[in-house]
Each structure stands twice: as C-alpha cells, then as structure tokens.
C-alpha cells in the first residue's frame, strides 16, 4: 500500500484515509494504485460490506491528481517518466470506472477541498454511492483554470445536474459549497464537521444490513430545507439556465456581456481568466457525452488527455499557477474569438485504434 493511504477493516466495514496531508491529498499514481487495490481485494470479500473513504486532513478530501508530477513529467523528465503519466490517466480513470460500478456501499466523506481527482473517487454509481458533505466542503471541477478539461468521469457527472448547473461548473471552475452540491447532485447528504466523531462511531458501531441508512438518519437531524434554498446554486438557477443553455461558449460569454447583474458580471470576469481553447473543448465534451455510458465517456476523456499534453496548454496553465505562480497564464489562442472548430475537433480526434485503446476493457 501507498504510504499515503491507509486503509484498515472495522465493524465489516473497509475503510481507506487518503494521508497526504501537505498535497492536500493530490493523487499520485502511487496512491492510485492503492486505492484500486484495496477495492479490489475487498470486492468479493464476504467480511466487507461497505466501503469508506476519508481524509486525514481537514483541510482537504483530495484537490485532484499531482499537478506539478504533471508539468515535470511533460516539460523535463526522461522518457520512461512519461510512461508514468501515460500509466497515470490509464489507471486514475479505471478506478473511476471500478469505483462507478462498485458493488457494494461506497460512502465518501468529502470535508474540505474536493476537486479533479477527488470528484472522480467521490461520485460513484448510483447503486452504491453515499456522498457526505459538510460545512467546510468546497467542491469544483476546476481544470479550465490549468488548461485542461472536466476530465475523471465529468463528461458523465456534470451531466447528471439539473438544467445547465453541470456546463456552468465546467465552462467557469467556480468552487460550490456542500449544500449546493446536494442541490447539484454531486453530493447526497450534510453533517458539521462537529459531529464527525460520531459519525465515525456510527459506521464502526451500527448494526444496520445498509450502513447508508444508518447514515442517513443519522444525518437528518443536520439537513433543514432551507439551507438548500438558500444556496448559491438555488440563488442563480435561472441565470445559469439562461445564459449557459447553448453549448458555443462565445455565445455564453456574449449572453453574459448584456447582463448588468452582478452574477452575470462575476462570471463573465472568471471566464476571462480560464483558456478559452479548453472552455470551448470542455462544452463540446460535455456535449458529446450527454447521452454516453461512463465508459464512453471515461475512453473520451483518455483520448481527449493525450491531446492536451500534446498541444500543451496544460502544461502552461500549472506553470503559472504552480510553478512561477504567477498567475498570468500565455493562453494559445489568447481569445475566444481565435477558437475555430477545428481546433476543439482536433481533441477528439481517435489516438488509438478501439482494440487498442487503454481503457478498452471498459463495459
């Protein structure tokens, strides 16, 4: 196992600690690999009926994948460390796959900074999924800021929020809190912080056959309705709808310019900031997969990774925010109105063939 994952068995119940505490627990493919794992060890262990992850920070759940492992394995590192970021994408997103489709209870305790990779290790199938938010949670699928894409299963998720919540989360990178990810449906039920120690001693002591519904009673004394009509999201729905309900980002950001609200006005600002190329790349994928299975969607975004690292706005957007941390990103093209179709064609243009391709194992 990574050192910075533990992971242990209590009342039935597998439990894993990511345990990066200065990263704010960014996945490493170290950590990826203990992850998988340990679910695939406990998947056809009749002594485990349950999984729950947490963080041993309250800092953070996981603010997504190793940025800087990204920039110095593709600006400066040896070839076989570029393998390494090839195995990373590979791997990261067959255990959102494997975490998707898990068969048993899968319950995320997502305190603090979840975004990227955590998302993608936080939002499983339906079937098995209990996501736990509380008052600390900042959630956001935030690549458009480092020149990337919505990736580990976005195109999927994003698309499961209601009206057009999931493209304005992707176009803008705009952090939501806890009640907001419920109203999104990134996010199933709220606890303080404060109750943390007993909710821990509800999934280590209960003797309930679903340890999601002891859960969830547990938590109904912390969820009042009108935390989630207050909420952000709840706040602006019928702007979001508004100016987000065509997938050509020039249009959104023309929408936008003839509002003088003050929302309209903030996000207009944020989009300026965000590269342009992977704003409009981010639409398209979050297009294309609307109707798409999560393995498709999760074979897109593989394919669509390659070609960023390639083109190598990514590897701009972490230099300016990590690296130099200057925070004046050379975006390429500088604005949208350089962005053609053929350049955002040119992301999902196949690498592999489908025999071939790394997740083509996928169902």
């Not at 597998?14 to 060890?41: C, F, H, Q, W």
């Not at 209990?130 to 994003?158: C, H, Q, S, W």
């Not at 912390?222 to 706040?235: D, R, T």
Request: hydrophobic content about 40%.
């Amino acid at each position: 196992m990574s050192s910075h994952v533990l992971s242990e068995i209590k009342n039935h119940i597998g439990i894993i600690t990511l345990d990066r505490p200065k990263a704010l627990n960014s996945l490493s493919l170290e950590m990826v690999r203990a992850i998988t794992a340990a679910l695939l060890t406990w998947r056809n262990d009749p002594e485990v009926t349950a999984v729950f992850i947490q963080s041993s920070s309250e800092k953070a759940f996981c603010a997504g994948g190793d940025i800087r492992f990204f920039y110095d394995v593709g600006t400066k590192t040896p070839m076989q460390d570029s393998a390494l970021l090839e195995d990373f994408f590979t791997e990261e997103y067959a255990l959102n796959h494997l975490i998707h489709f898990y068969p048993k209870p899968y319950i995320a305790l997502l305190n603090g900074v979840v975004m990227g990779g955590g998302m993608g290790i936080a939002q499983s199938g339906v079937a098995s999924r209990l996501r736990i938010v509380t008052e600390r949670t900042k959630m956001a699928m935030p690549e458009v800021n480092i020149g990337l894409f919505p990736d580990v299963g976005g195109g999927y998720f994003l698309n499961q929020t209601p009206g057009q919540i999931g493209r304005y989360l992707g176009l803008t990178g705009e952090v939501i809190q806890g009640m907001d990810a419920i109203y999104a449906n990134l996010a199933d039920v709220y606890i303080p912080t404060s109750a943390i120690p007993d909710l821990l001693q509800v999934i280590t002591q209960s003797t309930s056959p679903d340890i999601r519904i002891a859960i969830r009673d547990f938590s109904l004394q912390f969820h009042p309705a009108s935390s989630i009509e207050n909420c952000m999201l709840v706040q602006h729905r019928s702007a979001i709808d508004h100016h987000f309900k065509t997938h050509r980002v020039d249009e959104v950001m023309a929408s936008l310019a003839k509002d003088d609200s003050s929302f309209a006005i903030s996000t207009l600002a944020t989009m300026n900031k965000r590269s342009p190329l992977m704003m409009a790349v981010t639409s398209e994928q979050l297009q294309r997969c609307q109707q798409r299975s999560v393995a498709e969607c999760l074979r897109i975004e593989r394919t669509m990774v390659r070609h960023c690292f390639k083109h190598g706005e990514v590897l701009e957007g972490v230099r300016a925010l990590v690296v130099d941390k200057d925070n004046a990103p050379r975006w390429s093209p500088a604005s949208m109105a350089e962005v053609d179709d053929a350049m955002i064609a040119s992301f999902f243009a196949e690498v592999w063939p489908g025999y071939a391709h790394p997740l083509a194992h996928l169902q």
